[in-house]
Structure formats: C-alpha cells, structure tokens
C-alpha cells in the first residue's frame, strides 16, 4: 500500500507535536488508518463508504448510518 505523502491528521489532534491521534490517508477506494505515535505499524483499510458511515456516527449524525455488515468485504 503506497500511501506516502497522503497521510494527515486529525484536526483534533490536541497542542504540541500533535501525536496524540489517528492520521488517514486516502486511497481509490479504500480509507487507510494508523495510529500517530506508532506510524510503522499496522494500519487498517476500510471501504470509503464504511468509513464515512462511521465518521457520522461519531459526529451524532444517525440519519445516513446503515447496516455496516454491508461494507464487508
């Protein structure tokens, strides 16, 4: 998975060097994840559309949350 240069964190990421966070980084079809401090790591793909859903959750916005057991791959 070449993500170089794609990654960017969160905007709540907090003061200082901002490394108390996830970052994302765009692919074609899938949203990719890592966390900050450990960037090395693993990182987990997710389909944009699960991805999306997810982040509107969070937010509190249920309305276009649907059945996440779709976006399995």
Same mark, same amino acid.
């Given at each position: 998975?070449?993500?170089?240069?794609?990654?960017? +964190?969160?905007?709540?990421?907090?003061? %200082?060097? %901002?490394?108390?966070?996830?970052?994302?980084?765009?692919?074609?079809?899938?949203?990719?994840?890592?966390?900050? +401090?450990?960037?090395?790591?693993?990182?987990?793909?997710?389909?944009? %559309?699960?991805?999306?859903?997810?982040?509107?959750?969070? +937010?509190?916005?249920?309305?276009?949350?649907?059945?996440?057991?779709?976006?399995?791959?």
């Amino acid at each position: 998975m070449d993500t170089r240069n794609h990654w960017r +964190k969160s905007s709540y990421s907090g003061g %200082g060097d %901002g490394n108390d966070c996830v970052e994302v980084a765009n692919l074609p079809t899938h949203i990719a994840i890592r966390d900050s +401090k450990a960037p090395a790591r693993a990182t987990v793909t997710v389909p944009t %559309g699960a991805f999306a859903a997810f982040v509107d959750a969070l +937010k509190g916005d249920y309305s276009t949350v649907t059945d996440f057991a779709r976006f399995r791959g």
